[in-house]
T-cell receptor, first 113, second 114 residues
Framework: AQSVSQHNHHVILSEAASLELGCNYS??????LFWYVQYPGQHLQLLLK??????LVKGIKGFEAEFIKSKFSFNLRKPSVQWSDTAEYFC???????????FGGGTRLMVKP | NAGVTQTPKFQVLKTGQSMTLQCAQD?????MSWYRQDPGMGLRLIHY???????DQGEVPNGYNVSRSTTEDFPLRLLSAAPSQTSVYFC?????????????FGDGTRLSIL
């Protein structure tokens, strides 16, 4: 069965610090990968997605993620976080022919001003 | 643009009661799904549908029923609510069931079972 793991459950950073959130997936075939963000009291919104091609994908609000096939990883990065990035971040994977999107457990990010 | 609309936003039930969570989308999306969100467990897929008249089970389908009589609507039914079903429920839709389309989420329904 497909699974997605996020290593950090809670991360606290100061503004301007760099961010990297880990995500590993287990699936043998072609996989599509997503990062979603959930701001407090809101629904999930898409940050970025990877389907094929350049393994470094850029999303909204200065976020990027790198797909490393050999490590089954899709880590999310941002060079300099802002207080407004305080949210919960979810990694998700979906096989190319499948109908099920599998989410990781989420990482709660708190950015201190 | 309404997108994905869920009702109600909040609900409190007693154990054993039944209720239906409503979900409607106006984007003509074929694929719709229901997730529950619990702390530390991310979102888990309950049921999904790839089109009108077609539904299938996700990771955690027990205790829930769905139907898809129209493209727009995908209600989730709890036949006999249990405290373990206390959660936040999200409905989502996307253009196709294949992997390359991101999900559009509703605002969620916060459900408490006493």
């Amino acid at each position: 069965a497909q699974s997605v793991s996020q290593h950090n459950h809670h991360v606290i950073l100061s503004e301007a610090a760099s961010l990297e959130l880990g995500c590993n997936y287990s699936y043998g075939g072609t996989v599509n990968l997503f990062w979603y963000v959930q701001y407090p009291g809101q629904h999930l919104q898409l940050l970025l997605k990877y389907f094929s091609g350049d393994p470094l994908v850029k999303g909204i609000k200065g976020f990027e993620a790198e797909f490393i096939k050999s490590k089954f990883s899709f880590n999310l990065r941002k060079p300099s976080v802002q207080w407004s990035d305080t949210a919960e971040y979810f990694c998700a994977a979906r096989n190319n022919a499948g109908n099920m999107l599998t989410f990781g457990g989420g990482t709660r990010l708190m950015v201190k001003p | 643009n309404a997108g994905v609309t869920q009702t109600p936003k909040f609900q409190v039930l007693k154990t054993g009661q039944s209720m239906t969570l409503q979900c409607a989308q106006d984007m003509n999306h074929e694929y719709m799904s229901w997730y529950r969100q619990d702390p530390g467990m991310g979102l888990r897929l309950i049921h999904y549908s790839v089109g009108a008249g077609i539904t299938d089970q996700g990771e955690v389908p027990n205790g829930y029923n769905v139907s898809r009589s129209t493209t727009e609507d995908f209600p989730l039914r709890l036949l006999s609510a249990a405290p373990s079903q206390t959660s936040v429920y999200f409905c989502a839709s996307s253009d196709h069931g294949t992997g390359d389309q991101p999900q559009h989420f509703g605002d969620g329904t916060r459900l408490s079972i006493l």
